[in-house]
């Protein structure tokens, strides 16, 4: 299948590495031009130097200027943005009863607000011309809360409903907006996540790992490029009917449909 991307403008966020630099892995191989970014500006710069066409941009997305300044770099290196990915590191674990309103504000600056001035500053010119693609990394917690990651569960789900509200808006103008939703996927931050609950249990992390994959339908945790693959298709010209959706890639995990 062509996915009809090759030379298109795609901006993701926070991909030096995990889901993120999966996801820019995958566009770059169906031809997109890719803008890697991250607060690691020599990961960024590595990450992009392997990509077809690529720039790696060094920025905190949870700066004021954090935003600005990556879209102005995308635009200088390629031109205005066709697709954006959301993407932004997962808050602390921690309890509901045991979370309070500073860890909440952090996770809303981190996984809401950046991410929606992202969407800001790219979907005039999106919609001015007639083709875009809007699609945010999520969390399986979307669809049934995660126990143990409160701050998490919460900032997502305002991105969610803040996006299917968007979408739309925003669908007769070409653009589409969608969430992919991983759930166990083998990267550092689910190795973490593993090591913070053995700490807590005072257990071993691979005791915990091997549980949470007996909870996993598939028997396994996911690859990261197949999380790639997923964003790749709905980011896809082949996927313009596709919007407002959200899309788990979680090997069964979640038992609701």
């Known amino acids: 299948m062509d996915f ?3 030379g298109r403008v795609a901006l993701v966020a926070a ?3 995990g889901l993120g630099r999966a996801v820019a892995e995958a566009l770059a191989a169906e031809g997109a031009r890719v803008v890697v970014s991250g607060r690691r500006g020599e990961q960024a710069a ?3 130097a392997g990509l077809p066409e690529a720039v790696g941009v060094a920025v905190d997305l949870r700066t004021p200027e954090g935003p600005q300044r990556l879209v102005d770099a995308a635009r200088e290196a390629f ?4 697709i954006v990915v959301l ?3 997962g808050p602390p674990p921690g309890a509901a009863a045991d979370t309070g309103g500073d860890a909440y504000a952090a996770a809303f600056d981190t996984l809401f607000l950046a991410q929606q001035r992202l969407v800001e500053l790219t979907l005039p010119a999106m919609r001015a011309n007639g083709w875009g693609r809007v699609l945010a990394v999520g969390s399986s917690g979307i669809a049934a809360p995660l126990p143990g990651l409160a701050a998490s569960n919460a900032g ?7 996006l299917k509200t968007l979408a739309a808006e925003v669908a007769a103008d070409g653009v589409t907006v969608n969430l992919l939703l991983p759930g166990r996927i083998g990267t550092a931050r689910v190795a973490e996540l593993d090591a913070a609950k053995a700490a807590r249990l005072g257990r071993t992390p691979e005791e915990v790992a091997a549980e949470s994959r007996g909870t996993i339908p598939a028997g396994r945790y996911g690859e990261p490029a197949e999380f790639g693959a997923a964003a790749a298709f709905l980011c896809s010209a082949p996927a313009s009917y596709i919007t407002g959706t959200a ?3 979680d090997g069964g995990l ?3 449909l």
């Open 4 to 6: 009809g991307i090759k």
């Open 15 to 17: 991909s030096t590495g």
């Open 46 to 48: 590595e990450v992009a």
């Open 79 to 82: 031109g205005a943005p066709d």
């Open 87 to 89: 993407n932004g590191p």
């Open 156 to 162: 997502r789900a305002a991105l969610a409903a803040h």
């Open 247 to 249: 899309l788990r890639v």
């Open 254 to 256: 979640v038992r609701g």
